[in-house]
């Protein structure tokens, strides 16, 4: 009996995974069990400035009409750091020229442990502060980890969320920045 009763769940989690291959299922566009509170498809948070780490502040209301990509991290956050340079390299130099801001927001550090870990990390796109992780609080629940990445669409809709460091996840989300970058204007409209 025990035995029929594994192989029904086997058969049925089977039936899952395949079920979920020939949706297009990915991590990205399943993210409750990711901490988001947020999801594909919805408009950004966009009440709260960002305090960038050179003392310039900006808001996602002020970056209307550019792709943006908030990169939730901080400096004790090991695979923040092991995806750091790619955002650098494969996004910030490669689009931002482009229409496409990339901002870094430091989860609850002090500017001077932010100021070192840009510098440490050899990055150039702009770090923010978020004393008490308010504004992450906006996009996951508080509870949850560091790093992520929430790609915001020209017209402020959430079209991509990631969650740690997967080479493949982040190679969808840079053939997304891609899209949205290289996208005429006139068909945004």
């Known amino acids: 009996?025990?035995?029929?009763?594994?192989?029904i769940?086997?058969?049925?989690t089977f039936l899952n995974i395949a079920a979920k291959a020939q949706t297009g299922y990915t991590p990205a566009t399943t993210d409750a069990d990711r901490g988001y509170i947020v999801k594909v498809g919805d408009s950004a948070p966009s009440d709260f400035k960002l305090l960038l780490s050179d003392g310039r502040t900006t808001s996602l209301k002020e970056l209307a009409g550019k792709v943006v990509i908030l990169q939730f991290t901080a400096s004790w956050c090991s695979v923040c750091r092991e995806e750091m340079p790619r955002l650098e390299t494969d996004v910030w130099q490669t689009y931002k020229d482009k229409g496409v801001v990339l901002i870094g927001?430091?989860?609850d550090e002090p500017l001077q442990k932010v100021i070192k870990f840009q510098q440490d990390m050899h990055i150039s796109y702009p770090l923010a502060l978020d004393p008490g992780a308010e504004i992450f609080g906006l996009f996951a629940n508080k509870k949850s980890g560091v790093t992520r990445n929430v790609v915001i669409d020209r017209d402020g809709r959430?079209?991509?969320?990631?969650?740690?460091?997967?080479?493949?996840?982040?190679?969808s989300m840079v053939k997304i920045v891609d899209n949205l970058a290289n996208k005429p204007i006139a068909a945004i409209n």
Do not use: H, S, W
């Open 105 to 107: 927001i430091d989860r």
């Open 1 to 7: 009996m025990k035995i029929k009763y594994l192989l």
């Open 9 to 12: 769940g086997l058969g049925l």
């Open 158 to 171: 959430i079209v991509y969320l990631t969650r740690l460091y997967n080479p493949q996840e982040f190679a």
